[in-house]
């Protein structure tokens, strides 16, 4: 049962960050602005997650099962390992992306 919900887990993740890295490289494609653009805002969040993933726990009071630290922290990851996962699929889907020129 483990092994399975694990699976199931990494199929969403897969399917997830697919779709991420394919709109990413897809939008890309149109010009060398927009492909700078959607790099630039992948570095961005990737680097302003990965700050709030180090500074954020430091503000967060200690206090021993209080349900709103809790709500709190864990609202924290989601928000911030979506920030990582959206910004760097972007980022690489925009990378890996060849700019089509005019006209075809």
């Known amino acids: 049962m483990g092994f399975i919900r694990f ?3 990494v199929a969403m993740f897969g399917f997830v960050a697919g ?8 939008r890309a494609r149109r010009s060398s602005s927009a492909r700078r ?8 969040a ?15 009071p200690d206090s021993q099962g209080s349900p ?3 709500v ?3 609202l924290a990851w989601f928000v911030i390992g979506a920030l ?4 760097g699929f972007s980022f690489l889907g925009a990378a ?9």
């Open 19 to 26: 779709s991420i890295f394919l709109g990413a490289r897809n």
């Open 37 to 44: 653009l959607i790099m630039l805002g992948g570095a961005v």
């Open 84 to 87: 990582i996962l959206l910004g």
């Open 46 to 60: 990737v680097a302003g997650a990965s700050f709030l993933w180090i500074e954020l726990p430091s503000h967060v």
């Open 72 to 74: 709190f922290v864990v």
């Open 96 to 104: 890996f992306a060849r700019v089509e020129p005019p006209g075809q």
């Open 68 to 70: 709103a630290g809790l």
């Open 7 to 9: 699976a199931l887990l």
